[in-house]
């Protein structure tokens, strides 16, 4: 190396930079394309803005929330008054007068009917305000599990990059040791088919990382093929969830229990106004009724007041339909009410068991796989096991390295789905 060294040509001081200049050029305008082409990793918190501020997930809740604001609008108003016109034209015009009358008509409830309706209107209004929040939590739920999907995806290939980097630093050093006459040539020829299979399983986990990939960008608007050299950034190992009942005691805040609920209420007071039938709606009309004959002309005054007489029907049908639903709507409530309760009872015991067995793994798992990495070095050097034992103890570390990934896959989906279930849910 040394006698190398001296024949290489001496650069004078002033000339080196001049020299190295074109270089250090060259390379920056390589490498400045690429740097400024490289899109930053994506995060969850993007992921989410970006799916539910797109134009269709906004115009589904105006859409919603407009046709329950219809609803308010109709039952805001009185009905429309009625204008009426008739015209009696005798034959023998100079014997008879020639009648017309004019009459506007107004409806006319008095029961207070129309008053229950609005505010059931009002609260059908909030219902489809809560049911829209309600879905826009599952939306959210399902953007966050594709999104943690191709982040847990995007770490398992890491993982498998890894082992690949491992069998080839060990394949050399074996290739070394076979030149060496040290080890047998089965010793290589075992290694190089093990990281065949290796190479085979990083192509998988490539096509599942594109897989996750696609299902994440067929949520936003207007998407083309994924851009698998993407990445994405975030820790796929969730927080430790807060106390159980802190949990149940925001049970109410659960939107979709808040819709079911206002949905009953709504209900009741539409049962409520069915029930004031004893004080009937009915049509009251002012007008002028005018007579002109040959030998006169006059003028009279018309009143005229509809009012159904409650004989045949008592409104039966209206007050039975409408207990009805109220009783339906109770029950759906009482029963999601305690669906919901164990769900959440549910999801907080598997994240928390799941947190603990990460832990757990990763305590007793990582040293030992570590630990047997290095035996098996030290013992594969001196002779005292095989080739088989050696890729045991690698393989060994592999597995540690793609089941705590998983583990910590289960448990942020069960993050995910408490976080739906309850208010954390609601907002991005």
């Not at 906004?58 to 039952?75: H, K, L, P, R, Y």
């Not at 409806?107 to 809560?130: E, H, I, M």
């Not at 897989?211 to 936003?220: D, G, H, I, T, Y």
């Not at 793994?361 to 050696?390: K, M, P, W």
Request: aromatic residues 8%; glycine residues 4%.
């Amino acid at each position: 190396m040394a006698r190398f060294k001296r024949r290489l040509p001496r650069i004078p001081t002033n000339g080196r930079f001049y020299a190295l200049k074109p270089l250090f050029l060259t390379a920056f305008v390589l490498f400045l394309p690429a740097h400024a082409q490289a899109a930053p990793p994506l995060t969850e918190a993007q992921t989410v803005e970006k799916v539910l501020q797109q134009a269709n997930v906004q115009n589904w809740i105006e859409g919603t929330i407009n046709e329950a604001q219809s609803d308010v609008e109709e039952f805001s108003h009185w009905d429309n008054p009625t204008f009426s016109y008739a015209l009696d034209a005798p034959h023998l015009r100079d014997q008879n007068a020639t009648e017309q009358s004019y009459m506007i008509t107004q409806s006319v409830d008095l029961s207070g009917r129309r008053g229950l309706r609005q505010s059931a209107a009002k609260l059908r209004l909030q219902s489809a305000a809560a049911t829209t929040q309600s879905r826009l939590a599952l939306f959210k739920a399902e953007t966050r599990q594709r999104f943690f999907d191709v982040l847990h995806q995007q770490q398992r290939l890491q993982a498998i990059n890894a082992w690949t980097q491992r069998l080839a630093e060990l394949e050399r050093i074996i290739r070394e040791r076979t030149s060496a006459g040290d080890v047998s040539g089965y010793d290589l020829k075992r290694l190089q088919r093990e990281s065949a299979s290796a190479i085979t399983q990083q192509q998988a986990e490539q096509a599942a990382l594109r897989r996750s990939w696609e299902q994440l960008n067929a949520l936003w608007e207007n998407h083309d093929t994924a851009d698998y050299e993407a990445s994405v950034s975030g820790e796929l190992l969730p927080a430790a969830p807060v106390a159980l009942d802190r949990f149940l005691a925001e049970l109410e805040q659960n939107p979709a229990l808040q819709g079911l609920a206002k949905q009953k209420s709504a209900l009741d007071l539409n049962a409520e106004a069915a029930e004031r039938w004893k004080i009937p709606k009915f049509n009251l009309g002012v007008g002028a009724k005018t007579f002109d004959a040959t030998n006169y002309s006059d003028t009279a005054l018309l009143v005229n007041v509809d009012v159904p007489l409650p004989l045949w029907s008592q409104n039966d049908a209206e007050r039975m339909r409408c207990h009805a639903q109220a009783q339906k709507a109770d029950s759906e409530y009482r029963l999601a009410h305690q669906k919901t309760y164990g769900d959440i009872r549910g999801s907080w015991q598997e994240l928390t068991g799941l947190l603990q067995a990460v832990q757990t793994f990763e305590q007793q798992g990582q040293a030992v796989s570590d630990e047997l990495i290095t035996i098996a070095n030290i013992s594969y050097q001196a002779g005292e096991i095989g080739i088989f034992e050696l890729l045991d103890a690698y393989r060994e570390r592999q597995t540690y390295d793609l089941d705590r990934l998983d583990l910590m896959h289960k448990a942020r989906n069960a993050s995910i789905e408490l976080d739906r279930l309850t208010a954390a849910g609601i907002t991005p």
